[in-house]
């Protein structure tokens, strides 16, 4: 069974880019899923970020478009996500996942990004 | 954007219980509509996609039904492992839009 693990920095200034990017076990990455990004503030609910299939195309939340870069690496079977200009309301923990492009049946565990000067 | 609505918001149950949660689009949105169920400090779990079809490994008392706009998910009798957090999240259009969450609680 596939494995997805997110990687982060943890904290993050404001104003700054936070960047996560999520590995995965298998080469699927290279094959017919679509990859996304969910996160969660704390306490609160899920967020869809977005999603990308595995060649390049992508689907942003349109509240964050203008700050949000993903992008796919398969020969290193990572996929990133890019948010700019980050505040206070982007800390949540962040989850990557792995599905078809109506439901995600994999996540990962998710990782923590706090968002503090 | 599709504005999903979950009732109720929490939810006190027993052991062997009959549940049924509630999820509502604001507009129409086929079938395109999935369960999550999500543990403290745990990723989601994928329990039902397009409404009823369930999800490879999820025990049969997890039940999905519902077109249009309005959903349920039932658990036709409640284990100790139940009692979390759901979710329902509609695909129909993007954004992919999560419901506020309905927590289920031991009575």
């Known amino acids: 069974q596939v494995q997805l693990q997110e990687s982060g920095p943890g904290l993050v200034k404001p104003t700054e880019t936070l960047s996560v990017t999520c590995t995965v076990s298998?080469?699927?990455?290279?094959?017919?899923?679509?990859w996304g990004w969910i996160r969660q503030p704390p306490g609160e609910g899920l967020e869809w970020i977005g999603s990308?299939?595995?060649?390049?195309?992508?689907y942003y939340n349109p509240s964050l478009k203008s700050r949000v870069i993903m992008s796919i690496d398969t020969s290193k079977y990572k996929f990133s996500l890019n948010l700019s200009s980050v505040t206070a309301a982007d800390t949540a923990v962040y989850y990557c996942?792995?599905?078809?492009?109506?439901?995600?049946?994999?996540w990962g565990k998710g990782t923590t990004v706090t968002v503090s000067s | 954007d599709i504005q999903m609505t979950q009732s109720p918001s929490s939810l006190s149950a027993s052991v062997g219980d009959r549940v049924t949660i509630t999820c509502r689009a604001s507009?129409?949105?086929?079938?395109?509509l999935n369960w999550y169920q999500q543990k403290p400090g745990k990723a989601p779990k994928l329990l039902i996609y397009?409404?009823?079809s369930l999800q490879s490994g999820v025990p049969s008392r997890f039940s999905g039904s519902g077109s249009g706009a309005d959903f349920t998910l039932t658990i036709s009798s409640l284990q100790p492992e139940d009692f979390a957090t759901y979710f329902c999240?509609?695909?129909?259009?993007?954004?992919?839009?999560f419901g506020q969450g309905t927590k289920l609680e031991i009575k």
């Open positions: 996942a792995r599905g078809d492009f109506y439901h995600m049946d994999v």
């Open positions: 298998d080469n699927s990455i290279n094959s017919d899923h679509y």
């Open positions: 990308m299939y595995h060649d390049g195309s992508t």
């Open positions: 507009q129409t949105i086929g079938s395109y």
């Open positions: 397009v409404a009823s």
């Open positions: 999240q509609q695909s129909y259009s993007t954004p992919h839009s």
